[in-house]
């Protein structure tokens, strides 16, 4: 094949090759273990999306109404969603990617080259959006019993959607690069996003949604239903793919033609404007891009004395606090967090617990527990960012990390130490803050926060071992690693750690809350059965630190230089 698109498919085969690539036996387990777990999760969200939609249209008189602008909102959602991941997966792929001064050595036309980096931009960005949405189209279409035209319709307008805003971030991107360096311009634009994302979470918290369902605030709820009338922006890419689909729902097909028709003429659009850009603006912009990246210079004069030792122990410790700071992306990241504990607290404390058909105390109880797995959850989460990729961000020279005098062991349990303490800070912070504001018993306030103190450094370990069981040292950015197989099954193997503590403690307290509510005094049977689940979790949490760290021990001890 020759020509463009021989040319655009040599370049994208390394690409497209790795992927169809399974590998040995190790390489098809992994990949059918990830195919499970997505099944799993696109089931479970099929289920519970389908529920939803079936209890929303049961709302007389505005039940269609509702599912229709919940629909908009998802399409608008997702444009936001694709245009913000364009923006990155096209800085990652135009100008900041490793393999880039090779392939612009290679006899190819410029603009060629980056016609075949755009297709990889559109397919890293849009995936998983793609992905996540499907069977959130899929109940509508059950729901609504739509025949296949709506699947087709549904399909071609997300595929649309996903080409213009990609297209939209690459024009953006042609001309960023010519105020801010590539690697400046990235972690700008996260900051933007993170920032923004922020400030809309907070401005809808504030204006307190929950109260829309409030019988005392009948009339806000008819204000709430003409707005629902109102017509939304029409001059949005996501409003013409929702139309379309509405259409597609209705069985109108002229309609969700007109819609269809928009976004391919709006991309076609954006392609004849993105083709003479690129031929004239991508190789000046990729010249200036090739400038060292931005560092921003923390001081930090080591570990204080009293805590400092001789030895490449504290060296090491040293070592990893200061890449910590002097990571530029840390501070997006610890402002993220920041925010989010800010929400997490105030969600808690606009509970109506008063309104509840639940005697109060026990009410306060019952979310005390079910907070405590949310907070663990949430730790999973920022472990998966902060401690997961900390082995691979060694890099290539973690191989001066083996050849050191400290063993591959103590190298983990020092890494895992380094993140516990300020994770478990972090999680005693939410567990705390929150019992405090749903004022719940001083047991509850107890058994949380040693459960934490218990369970905090299994999930730290747990990321940290399966971490250096999986690396990445090739990985640009955290969250490449993060994402890798073996990141999908430290999210796995914690979620199920976690359940398995919820499961050996609910039991016990739940006797022993009921027993304190009623005044009845705790028999023998219920403290031995508390005492066996204490013990239970113990015993859990020490294996959760010892197995992973040995596991990744091992498997870097295999690995050759």
């Given at each position: 094949m020759s020509g463009w698109a021989g040319q655009t498919l040599r370049l994208l085969s390394p690409r497209w090759r790795g992927l169809l690539r399974c590998g040995p036996a190790a390489g098809r387990t992994?990949?059918?273990?990830?195919?499970?777990?997505?099944?799993?999760?696109?089931?479970?969200?099929?289920?519970?999306?389908?529920?939803?939609?079936?209890?929303?249209?049961?709302?007389?008189?505005?039940?269609?109404?509702?599912?229709?602008?919940?629909?908009?909102?998802?399409?608008?959602?997702?444009?936001?969603?694709?245009?913000?991941?364009?923006?990155?997966?096209?800085?990652?792929?135009?100008?900041?990617?490793?393999?880039?001064?090779?392939?612009?050595?290679?006899p190819v036309p410029r603009h060629r080259l980056f016609g075949a980096r755009f297709l990889e931009?559109?397919?890293?960005?849009?995936?998983?959006?793609?992905?996540?949405?499907?069977?959130?189209?899929?109940?509508?279409?059950?729901?609504?019993?739509?025949?296949?035209?709506?699947?087709?319709v549904a399909a071609a307008a997300l595929a649309l959607l996903a080409l213009c805003a990609c297209a939209l971030a690459a024009l953006g991107v042609l001309a960023g690069v010519f105020?801010?360096?590539?690697?400046?311009?990235?972690?700008?634009?996260?900051?933007?996003?993170?920032?923004?994302?922020?400030?809309?979470?907070?401005?809808?918290?504030?204006?307190?949604?929950?109260?829309?369902?409030?019988?005392?605030?009948?009339?806000?709820?008819?204000a709430y239903v003409e707005a629902?009338?109102?017509?939304?922006?029409?001059?949005?890419?996501?409003?013409?793919?929702?139309?379309?689909?509405?259409?597609?729902?209705?069985?109108?097909?002229?309609?969700?033609?007109?819609?269809?028709?928009?976004?391919?003429?709006?991309?076609?659009?954006?392609?004849?404007?993105?083709?003479?850009?690129?031929?004239?603006?991508?190789?000046?912009?990729?010249?200036?891009?090739?400038?060292?990246?931005?560092?921003?210079?923390?001081?930090?004069?080591g570990l204080p004395r009293a805590v400092r030792r001789p030895g490449p122990t504290a060296a090491l410790a040293e070592k990893e606090i200061r890449t910590l700071l002097r990571d530029p992306g840390q501070g997006t990241q610890l402002f993220l967090i920041a925010a989010l504990l800010v929400i997490y607290l105030y969600n808690f404390g606009v509970l109506p617990l008063e309104r509840s058909p639940i005697q109060t105390a026990l009410l306060q109880n019952l979310l005390a527990f079910l907070n405590l797995g949310l907070a663990l959850f949430v730790l999973t989460a920022v472990t998966a960012r902060f401690a997961y990729p900390a082995v691979s961000r060694e890099g290539e020279a973690f191989w001066i990390v083996k050849s050191a005098p400290l063993s591959l062991p103590a190298f983990l349990?020092?890494?895992?130490?380094?993140?516990?303490?300020?994770?478990?800070?972090?999680?005693?912070?939410?567990?705390?803050g929150t019992n405090?504001?749903?004022?719940?018993?001083?047991?509850?306030?107890?058994?949380?926060?040693?459960?934490?103190?218990?369970?905090v450094p299994g999930i730290v370990a747990l990321g940290i071992?399966?971490?250096?069981?999986?690396?990445?040292?090739?990985?640009?950015?955290?969250?490449?690693?993060?994402?890798?197989?073996?990141?999908?099954?430290?999210?796995?193997?914690?979620?199920?750690?976690?359940?398995?503590v919820l499961l050996l403690l609910a039991g016990p307290v739940h006797r022993i809350v009921l027993a304190g509510l009623h005044g009845v005094p705790l028999t023998p049977g219920v403290r031995l059965w508390a005492a066996c689940a204490c013990g239970a979790v113990l015993l859990l949490g020490g294996l959760a630190v010892a197995l992973p760290l040995s596991f990744g021990a091992r498997r870097l001890a295999r690995m050759t230089p």
């Open positions: 992994r990949l059918l273990v990830t195919a499970g777990v997505g099944g799993v999760f696109a089931a479970g969200l099929f289920g519970a999306s389908r529920r939803v939609l079936l209890h929303v249209l049961g709302v007389e008189g505005i039940g269609d109404l509702l599912a229709y602008r919940l629909l908009s909102m998802i399409f608008a959602v997702c444009f936001a969603l694709l245009l913000f991941s364009g923006v990155l997966a096209v800085l990652g792929r135009l100008y900041l990617a490793r393999d880039l001064p090779l392939l612009h050595a290679l931009a559109l397919g890293e960005s849009s995936w998983m959006v793609l992905a996540f949405t499907a069977p959130l189209f899929a109940a509508y279409g059950v729901a609504f019993r739509a025949g296949w035209g709506y699947a087709l105020l801010l360096p590539a690697a400046r311009l990235r972690s700008a634009v996260f900051a933007a996003g993170v920032t923004l994302f922020v400030a809309l979470y907070v401005a809808v918290r504030l204006l307190r949604p929950e109260q829309l369902v409030d019988p005392e605030a009948f009339e806000t709820l008819f629902l009338r109102a017509p939304a922006l029409p001059i949005l890419p996501s409003q013409w793919a929702a139309e379309a689909v509405e259409a597609a729902l209705r069985g109108r097909t002229a309609a969700a033609a007109l819609g269809l028709g928009l976004l391919a003429g709006f991309a076609g659009s954006l392609g004849a404007l993105l083709v003479p850009a690129a031929h004239r603006l991508y190789f000046a912009g990729f010249s200036r891009s090739q400038t060292a990246p931005a560092r921003f210079r923390r001081r930090f004069r349990r020092i890494k895992c130490a380094i993140y516990a303490v300020p994770l478990l800070v972090l999680t005693e912070i939410l567990i705390v405090l504001l749903l004022r719940v018993s001083p047991f509850m306030m107890g058994l949380s926060a040693l459960t934490v103190l218990c369970t071992g399966l971490g250096a069981a999986y690396p990445d040292f090739k990985a640009e950015n955290p969250g490449q690693a993060a994402t890798s197989f073996g990141g999908l099954l430290f999210m796995v193997l914690a979620a199920a750690f976690i359940a398995a």
